[in-house]
């Protein structure tokens, strides 16, 4: 069985202007800002208290103890969902990801300038040009509107591969605009509940899903602008809401999509690199990354 993974580390930040070319649209990359580190206390648990009395004060001051490199969690996104406070506006945000910016907050993505990767009305209505724009790019914003009005979609903080995997996490959440008003309205944020498990499900042979079925687009079949919605593994917006969908129009767990669109962080495919015991991911420029090797986020 293949050890679980559940986000990978931090990313650099790009320094020079380059232009990569990428399913039917140019990206145009600019320097991305610095996320700043969450503090964190320097007490010690029990297990580090076990290691100083066995293997002494120097392998727990040591940065590299047995050649190991220590795991700093202060720098880590993503371990949960944020909430609470809104992420801050970003300068190069266009329309679309001004509405879904302030959702950002305490991920990957909050301070990064982001780029439209995949729109279904543009590049086709199918899995295969969705993995082909959206793969090995690191964490993505998926993001629809339904023919009823409603605004939908979540963050997957672990990215797309398409490697047949289901992959585990609690940074992952929903949002919704049930009314599609989201200029006025405020959005429901809804994180996964209970276990990490069944987060964000990552198909060669289809869209986007979150939970077995808390969000499915499969881009397949006689409709492929359809979208179904049953809330069990995410929060609902309120305890009688089943869907992310408009109630006052869709009253039932499936609709269609009048617009799909996925947004990922501006630049090349993530390069991966093992580092010690982990994986640890960099954001690069050219053409050098290839996306996550395959299984480091399997269960």
Request: charged share 25%.
């Amino acid at each position: 069985m293949l050890k679980k993974i559940r986000l990978h580390g931090s990313v650099t930040s790009a320094s020079e202007l380059v232009i990569i070319r990428g399913c039917s649209r140019t990206q145009v990359h600019q320097p991305t800002r610095g996320v700043s580190a969450r503090s964190s206390t320097d007490e010690r648990d029990l297990v580090t208290k076990w290691v100083g009395k066995i293997f002494g004060e120097e392998a727990i001051n040591d940065p590299t103890p047995f050649g190991l490199k220590r795991m700093d969690w202060s720098k880590v996104k993503d371990l949960e969902v944020t909430m609470g406070r809104d992420a801050a506006p970003v300068v190069s945000d266009d329309g679309v990801m001004k509405t879904f910016r302030k959702l950002l907050a305490g991920t990957q993505l909050e301070e990064e300038d982001l780029r439209l990767a995949y729109s279904a009305n543009e590049d086709g209505w199918t899995a295969e040009a969705f993995h082909t724009c959206v793969d090995g790019y690191g964490p993505a914003i998926v993001w629809g509107r339904t023919s009823g009005g409603a605004v939908i979609g979540g963050y997957n903080p672990l990215g797309y591969d398409g490697f047949g995997s289901d992959k585990s996490t609690m940074g992952s959440f929903l949002f919704t605009w049930p009314d599609g008003d989201t200029k006025v309205g405020k959005p429901f944020k809804l994180p996964k509940v209970e276990t990490d498990q069944l987060a964000v499900i990552d198909k060669m042979d289809q869209g986007p899903q979150f939970g077995p079925g808390d969000l499915k687009i499969l881009l397949k079949g006689g409709n492929p602008r359809k979208v179904t919605s049953k809330l069990i593994d995410y929060q609902r917006p309120s305890p009688k809401s089943k869907s992310l969908f408009n109630p006052a129009v869709e009253t039932t767990t499936s609709a269609e999509l009048v617009e799909l669109k996925v947004y990922v962080r501006r630049g090349g495919k993530l390069k991966y690199t093992l580092d010690g015991l982990r994986w640890k991911s960099e954001f690069v420029q050219d053409d050098s990354g290839s996306g996550p090797p395959t299984g480091i986020f399997t269960s």
